[in-house]
Nanobody
Framework: EVQLVESGGGLVQSGGSLRLSCAASGFDFSSYTMSWVRQAPGMGLEWVSSINAGGGTASYTESVKGRFTSSRDNAKNTLYLQMDNLKPEDSALYYC?????????????RGQGTQVTVSS
């Protein structure tokens, strides 16, 4: 059974930083693309970033390019999202997903999410 547990969210002022983590179990983590998606109140899921199985290639939605960095530690079955220069519009519930492919998709099983709130 796929299990994904996100952590690291919180309340931060505009311009601040947070590092999200996602602990994965129940599948061969090192063989899969992993993604981050987010959902703001009253909005649908938005794809944020994907990182390939080996961790050498990552892609980002335009609004976070240059501010967010995805990484992974396959030895620890853990995915990370470093978020710098946060903006109020980044406030959302952030999920990690086991992506079906390397693409800008919100598909795939996800965890319970971790809340990020950025105050202006």
């Amino acid at each position: 059974e796929v299990q994904l547990v996100e952590s690291g969210g919180g309340l931060v002022q505009s311009g601040g930083s947070l590092r999200l983590s996602c602990a994965a179990s129940g599948f061969d983590f090192s063989s899969y693309t992993m993604s981050w998606v987010r959902q703001a109140p009253g909005m649908g899921l938005e794809w944020v970033s994907s990182i390939n199985a080996g961790g050498g290639t990552a892609s980002y939605t335009e609004s976070v390019k240059g501010r967010f960095t995805s990484s992974r530690d396959n030895a620890k079955n853990t995915l990370y999202l470093q978020m710098d220069n946060l903006k109020p519009e980044d406030s959302a519930l952030y999920y990690c997903t086991k992506a079906p492919r390397y693409a800008a998709t919100t598909d795939g099983p996800r965890g319970q999410g971790t809340q990020v709130t950025v105050s202006s």
